[in-house]
């Protein structure tokens, strides 16, 4: 069975840092591109940050976030991190991870239907 496990979310002050992981079980997620995407309440779900099979082939979301946010992936835990840093209110959310449907992140990298695997999320909260 197929599945992605998102955790290491929570409540974080302004400034803090957290790192999400996203564990995959009954597939290879080394043989995939993974996403992670966001959404916020009353807002769409958002792309975040993209990883292909080769670690050096990454899209961020915007520069709000670029810079402050990295992606890396341990093949030998089948796991895919997203570090983030200087976490600001607005990067309030619950955070997803997905697979996409081949191993190289696109130009359209962003677009969920790119996913075919989605975890359940996580909740992360940026507040004083």
């Known amino acids: 069975q197929v599945q992605l496990v998102e955790s290491g979310g929570g409540l974080v002050q302004p400034g803090g840092s957290l790192r999400l992981s996203c564990a995959a079980s009954g597939f290879t997620l080394g043989s995939r591109a993974v996403g992670w995407f966001r959404q916020a309440p009353g807002k769409e779900r958002e792309g975040v940050i993209c990883?292909?099979?080769?670690?050096?082939?990454?899209?961020y979301y915007s520069d709000s976030v670029k810079g402050r946010f990295t992606i890396s992936r341990d093949n030998t835990k089948n796991t895919v991190y997203l570090r983030m840093n200087s976490l600001k209110p607005e990067d309030t959310a619950v955070y997803y991870c997905a697979t996409d449907r081949g191993g190289w992140c696109t130009p359209v990298w962003d677009n969920t239907y790119e996913y075919d695997y989605w975890g359940q999320g996580t909740q992360v909260t940026v507040s004083s």
């Open positions: 990883i292909s099979i080769s670690d050096s082939d990454t899209y």
